[in-house]
Nanobody, 127 residues
């Protein structure tokens, strides 16, 4: 079992940038595909971005394409989400999630059931 802790959230102006980090412990990050999800008040949790175990396969939700970038540093057991050109609609609690890589191979990364979740970090974008 892997434990995930998000950080880097905060307050940003519209058009600004934030970088989120997700530190993993209790497991080797290279054994997992990793994803970012977000949930705004009163809304369902939605997929944002995901990356396979090696960092080669990446998938983004249409709403963040061209603005967000997901990456991972397996040597540091850390997942990142660089968020640029932020919009007020990006305001949400952002969660990182992990799924064993055996279940991610040859699958769309947004269609996988992720097993492990962090507690989230708040992102607020003002207009």
């Amino acid at each position: 079992q892997v434990h995930l802790v998000e950080s880097g959230g905060g307050l940003a102006q519209a058009g600004g940038s934030l970088r989120l980090s997700c530190a993993a412990s209790g497991g080797t990050l290279s054994n997992y595909a990793m994803g970012w999800f977000r949930q705004a008040p009163g809304k369902e949790r939605e997929f944002v971005a995901a990356v396979n175990w090696s960092g080669v396969r990446i998938y983004y939700a249409d709403s963040v394409k061209g603005r967000f970038s997901i990456s991972r540093d397996n040597a540091k057991n850390t997942l990142y989400l660089q968020m640029n050109s932020l919009k007020p609609s990006d305001s949400a609690v952002y969660y990182c999630a992990a799924v064993p890589s055996d279940r991610s191979r040859l699958r769309r990364l947004d269609a996988i059931v992720y097993d492990y979740w962090g507690q989230g970090t708040q992102v607020t974008v003002s207009s």
